[in-house]
């Protein structure tokens, strides 16, 4: 089973608010993360890194990269956008745990998050 870097009671919030069921959301997290884990190095050459600890790696990416990444997956759009939301969700718990909410907000405003699991070696 990969494991999903999303914070539990963030997947809860997110999954309220998805047009997407519940049950479903973690399983297209997993997606993504098996999509994302393997190309960690390319996110690290080519996306601004913005926070890392030892469970995920965060990244802000162009504003239509999760279109890209649902496409890869066969996602539509109500499950891309449930996944994207998680990922925002996550980058705004590490903004409020860096103090840096107002400079990841703004960067929302032209990007994306991107979250990826840090897979224990």
Known sequence: MTTIPIEGQLLVLTA???????NRLPE???????????RLDDYRREFELVAENGERATFLV?????????????????????VERA??????RVAKR?????E???????RSAVVVGLEAE
Do not use: C, M, N, Y
């Open 87 to 92: 990922h925002t969700e996550q980058l705004r």
């Open 62 to 82: 162009p504003g239509d990269h999760w279109e890209q990444i649902g496409e890869r997956l066969g996602f539509d759009r109500r499950e891309t956008d449930a």
């Open 98 to 102: 860096l103090d840096r909410r107002e």
């Open 16 to 22: 309220a608010k998805a047009s997407v069921s519940p």
């Open 104 to 110: 990841f907000e703004t960067a929302l405003e032209i």
């Open 28 to 38: 297209l997290l997993e997606s993504v993360q098996e999509e994302l884990g393997p």
